[in-house]
T-cell receptor
Framework: NAGVTQTPKFQVLKTGQSMTLQCAQD?????MYWYRQDPGMGLRLIYY???????DKGEVPNGYNVSRLNKREFSLRLESAAPSQTSVYFC?????????FGPGTRLTVT | QKEVEQNSGPLSVPEGAIASLNCTYS??????FFWYRQYSGKSPELIMS????GDKEDGRFTAQLNKASQYVSLLIRDSQPSDSATYLC????????FGKGTKLSVKP
């Protein structure tokens, strides 16, 4: 039972490049979330999916898109990366209220 | 603006002491409250959840909730160096709102 997994663990992009962060959970949770964590800013919600087939914007959605591929998988796409998107990205999932986090992706945009 | 406030610390306590971490929140409609522990370079790990006024104990951890005062706290008894981490308070108002965390250092 792996919980929440994320790939890749580390990534370096040049400004303007695109990439997709992958997240999967094996806990049969309905809801999934993408956060970013920056020094001094705490965890901020980018997008979430309350159930398979639905996605909604969080606090900081600009520059990102998401896809809820199925109940297990929720991906985050950066279409044209910017240095301001340098951050640590966490995926989380929940069945009700308690959220469980993946190990994170450390992204640097140069 | 819904806010969750925590003292950023660092909070330094000697080994074996009680560490007290505090959190206030702005939205009176908040229903669920959580404490996460985050070691440096790692992801947040859920350690306590509390949903009603009063105390909830789990091992060395006690969460306290006072909705009238919009205040939630985490007590760590018999603090160990392995408790040294950043502790995040999170409040559910629709989605989770996180505080910026309090860094705890337990000195041997």
């Amino acid at each position: 039972n792996a919980g929440v997994t994320q790939t890749p663990k580390f990534q370096v992009l040049k400004t303007g490049q695109s990439m997709t962060l992958q997240c999967a959970q094996d806990m049969n949770h309905n809801s999934m979330y993408w956060y970013r964590q920056d020094p001094g800013m705490g965890l901020r919600l980018i997008y979430y999916s309350a159930s398979e087939g639905t996605t909604d914007k969080g606090e900081v959605p600009n520059g990102y898109n998401v896809s809820r591929l199925n109940k297990r998988e929720f991906s985050l796409r950066l279409e044209s990366a910017a240095p301001s998107q340098t951050s640590v990205y966490f995926c989380a999932s929940t069945a009700s209220y308690e959220q469980y986090f993946g190990p994170g992706t450390r992204l640097t945009v140069t | 603006q819904k806010e969750v406030e925590q003292n950023s610390g660092p909070l330094s306590v000697p080994e074996g002491a009680i560490a007290s971490l505090n959190c206030t929140y702005s939205d009176r409609g908040s229903q669920s409250f959580f404490w996460y522990r985050q070691y440096s370079g790692k992801s947040p790990e859920l350690i306590m959840s509390i949903y009603s006024n009063g105390d909830k104990e789990d091992g060395r951890f006690t969460a306290q909730l006072n909705k009238a005062s919009q205040y939630v706290s985490l007590l760590i008894r018999d603090s160990q160096p392995s408790d040294s981490a950043t502790y995040l308070c999170a409040v559910r108002v629709g989605n989770l709102i996180f505080g910026k965390g309090t860094k705890l250092s337990v000195k041997p």
